[in-house]
């Protein structure tokens, strides 16, 4: 297998990963990969198929396994995303208060579809389903933060500030 | 107003750090637990208590426990299941951001009495700054002593940790949950074997919902019995309820069980009524997988009796005229709410979630959320309506989890009650593209007599 070694953790990650595999006993390291691959995504955005080999090199696991999962669970990207990807969720309650339009006023907006990244590479737009805000509808996620009680003017204030700051924390990490 | 056992000190300023929460008679239960009871002490009460799951099924958590199997050499574990995803459901987001230590306690009295060492937290991915907060608080737990070797002098060793899911509806279902914390695709297992058996790296393994974990916490300061005095019947105890969709105070109600509808939905130390004082049109109250209720089952059963905040009185009626407690998420919504639009985006939601693994639920999911699409967009037709109907009823009950079923369930509900909604979607195909249809006319059910 021919492997791309210019990818690699940093010391910090590998000791992150190392504290993550010693959650599990002995031999059931594959426990951690879930949370290994959120890392990697972190760290470089999306999940290519170098950085999948390469955490299945880490974890002692063949590509494909790390390829079933990481296309299965629909947070992780296998390609790539803009810096701040805006996560609208889009199901009944939320749906009842209004996420359709937000979705609308934010892909107007931005000049983007559902799905689709600004040119600049700072935004993704993407509606997804129930992220557990129900009471506090519409909302979007960026990185790991809610923004809930969403109006346009809220809208306008977070995009203000991540073009200012293009960074959505995910795991404490911030993405390069 | 309901008492409240999970949720009373969530409004104290810094309950979320071990100091605060010790203050405020944290961790008790474990020191009796540990000083005072044996492993089957535990049990003996959470069986006195009555508890049920609260993460939708409402299965008897003494009973569950009893299951585990106890071969010897084999290690056990607990695992919580903290993968809330049910649309209409964020209580177990509220409780672990607020008051992180009672999860933590609930998981070390819970896992001494199943004889577990080493249990975990499966927290949903998107929930990742609340894995945080679990992590920080379960270190200044171990910091304290009330993890790792020898907890508080009493021989009982046990390890907790807390791992992130990334994104899938289905590994709420127990043994997908487990697939998913070993690494792999969430994909629901063939049972027997139970995870109570064969769980978790093939050991046995108890799954608990936060909330279930959370209550062993009061049941084990205060006895089975005393928990047991709130409620009715078989519904003891307390519940957190999420309440969402037009009324005017969402969020998480801690409630006695045995609560009227009525009061949740209009009372002011609940949701205040529907909003802009506009009229009920339906409800969910249990999640988006359980039946929809239209306005005049909510209050009253088809019998005419108060319905009640009980597993058997949201119940009554089956599924001809009543729903399910589920798990908790309370979804109102008011007369300008179309139900075929509603429906079609829960059928959406199921299609996007389904593993794949079961052509039913695979294929099912997918065409009821594209007939569904049809109605709501002016392009159904009226043969539509029974072919959905046909579609759900092939799903139910012919997958290997209760997600199909679960995808099934709202729309036979919503056919079942909103029926001339649908037909008026067919009928004005351009007018139901302007406007909402209001509420539906009430219905007479026949007894089953004949």
């Known amino acids: 297998m021919e492997e791309n070694n210019n990818i690699a953790f940093p010391q910090s990650l590998l000791d992150e990963v190392k504290r993550i595999t010693d959650m599990f006993p002995e031999g059931k390291q594959k426990s951690a990969l879930l949370r290994v691959l959120h890392l990697a995504q972190s760290h470089w955005g999306y999940l290519s198929v170098d950085i999948m080999d390469y955490v299945a090199r880490l974890l002692h696991l063949q590509p494909i396994e790390v390829y079933e999962v990481a296309t299965f669970y629909s947070m992780y990207d296998t390609e790539k995303v803009g810096k701040v990807k805006l996560e609208v969720c889009r199901t009944g309650p939320c749906m009842i208060e209004g996420a359709e339009r937000i979705i609308s006023y934010i892909e107007n907006k931005l000049g983007i579809k559902d799905g689709e990244t600004t040119e600049d590479g700072i935004f993704t737009l993407k509606s997804v389903e129930c992220l557990g805000a129900c009471g506090y509808a519409p909302m979007l996620q960026a990185g790991e933060k809610f923004h809930e009680h969403l109006t346009e003017e809220k809208v306008d204030a977070l995009i203000e500030e991540y073009r200012k700051k293009p960074v959505a924390n995910y795991m404490g990490l911030e993405n390069e | 107003m309901s008492r409240k056992l999970l949720l009373e000190n969530a409004h104290i300023e810094g309950i979320n750090t071990y100091d605060v929460y010790r203050k405020n008679g944290g961790y008790r239960s474990v020191e009796k637990a540990l000083k005072s009871m044996s492993p089957d002490d535990i049990l003996e009460e959470v069986k006195k208590s009555g508890l049920r799951g609260r993460g939708g099924a409402g299965f008897p958590t003494g009973m569950k426990w009893s299951f585990l199997a106890k071969p010897d050499g084999v290690p056990r574990h607990l695992v919580c299941n903290a993968d809330e995803s049910e649309p209409g459901t964020f209580k177990d987001r509220y409780l672990m951001e607020k008051i992180p230590h009672l999860l933590i306690e609930g998981m070390i009295v819970s896992s001494f009495a199943l004889g577990a060492n080493q249990s975990y937290i499966y927290i949903r991915g998107e929930y990742m700054y609340v894995l945080q907060i679990l992590e920080k608080a379960i270190k200044e737990a171990y910091d304290n002593g009330w993890l790792g070797k020898n907890i508080q002098g009493s021989g009982f060793d046990f390890d907790l940790a807390v791992t992130p899911g990334a994104g899938a509806y289905i590994c709420g279902e127990e043994t997908a949950l487990i697939e998913s914390l070993e690494g792999n695709r969430g994909n629901p297992r063939m049972k027997p074997p139970f995870p109570a058996v064969k769980g978790l790296w093939q050991r046995p393994t108890v799954v608990n919902n936060v909330e279930t974990i959370a209550a062993v916490v009061p049941i084990v300061n205060d006895g089975g019995d ?120 829960f059928a959406r939601f199921y299609h996007h979630e389904s593993c794949g693994q079961c052509s039913p639920c695979r294929e099912g999911t997918g065409w009821m959320k594209k007939v569904l699409h049809n109605l709501e967009h002016g392009k159904g037709k009226q043969e539509d309506i029974d072919l959905l109907w046909d579609i759900q009823s092939k799903i139910e009950g012919n997958t290997i ?29 351009s ?10 006319t009430e219905k007479q059910f026949e007894t089953e007599t004949a």
């Open chain 2, 226 to 345: 005393e928990y047991a005095k709130i409620g009715i019947g078989r519904s003891t105890g307390t519940k957190l309820i999420s309440a969402s969709g037009n009324i005017n105070k969402p969020g998480v109600y801690e409630i006695d069980l045995g609560l009227s509808v009525e009061e949740f939905i209009y009372g002011d130390d609940y949701c205040g009524g529907i909003k802009n004082g506009k009229k009920l049109k339906a409800c969910v109250p249990g999640g988006s997988s359980v039946p929809i209720l239209p306005h005049y089952l909510v209050c009253k059963t088809a019998e005419g009796n108060d319905r009640l905040m009980t597993y058997e009185s949201l119940s009554e009626g089956g599924f001809e005229t009543g729903s399910m407690l589920g798990s908790g998420g309370f979804i109102v919504y008011d007369e300008d709410q179309c139900i075929v639009r509603n429906t079609w985006n």
């Open chain 2, 401 to 429: 989890c209760p997600l199909g079923d679960a995808a099934a369930w709202p729309v036979a509900a919503a056919i079942r009650h909103f029926r001339e909604e649908f037909e008026w979607h067919v009928k004005e195909p």
């Open chain 2, 431 to 440: 007018l139901s593209q302007e406007k909402n249809y209001g509420l539906v």
